[in-house]
């Protein structure tokens, strides 16, 4: 009996040491990959760096248009503003000038209108007095 347990011991050690001799094995590919993944870590590292850098330079581009645009815009708005504001005052003026000539035109009028009463009522006083 004691020889079987020690046959079944030597057996479960070989066993064990047969496992073992695979463990260098799968060291060497756990390290290959490894180091492939660090070549990626680091590919993908710098893809990120590159990306931001990108995103750095673009986002200025685009700050920069829209400071371009921005002051445009603001000449737009000022040129339009000046344009509007001369019509205002062209239109005031027009307004002005018109309004003089109606009230002339209307004193014209209404004098006209005040001396052929005047001598209407001078020709009907004259018929009553010789009335």
């Known amino acids: 009996m004691a020889q079987e347990l020690l046959e079944e011991r030597v057996k479960k050690l070989e066993r064990a040491l047969e496992s073992l001799a695979e463990v260098p094995k799968q060291l060497t590919r756990l390290g290959d990959g490894i180091?492939?993944?660090?070549g990626r870590v680091t590919n993908v590292e710098?893809?990120?760096?590159?990306?931001?850098?990108?995103?750095?330079?673009?986002?200025?581009?685009?700050?920069r248009e829209?400071?371009?645009?921005?002051?445009s815009l603001l000449e737009v708005i000022d040129s339009s503003s000046r344009a509007t504001q001369k019509l205002c005052d062209e239109g005031r003026k027009?307004?002005?000038?018109?309004?003089?000539?109606l009230?002339?035109?209307?004193?014209?009028?209404?004098?006209?209108?005040?001396?052929?009463?005047?001598?209407d009522l001078v020709e009907r006083i004259q018929v009553?007095?010789?009335a």
């Open 35 to 38: 180091e492939r993944l660090e």
């Open 66 to 71: 829209l400071g371009d645009t921005r002051s």
């Open 103 to 119: 009230r002339k035109d209307v004193v014209q009028t209404l004098g006209t209108e005040m001396r052929v009463l005047h001598e």
């Open 128 to 130: 009553l007095g010789k």
């Open 46 to 63: 710098f893809q990120v760096s590159q990306f931001r850098s990108d995103m750095r330079v673009g986002f200025s581009a685009a700050s």
């Open 94 to 101: 027009e307004t002005r000038e018109l309004l003089t000539d």
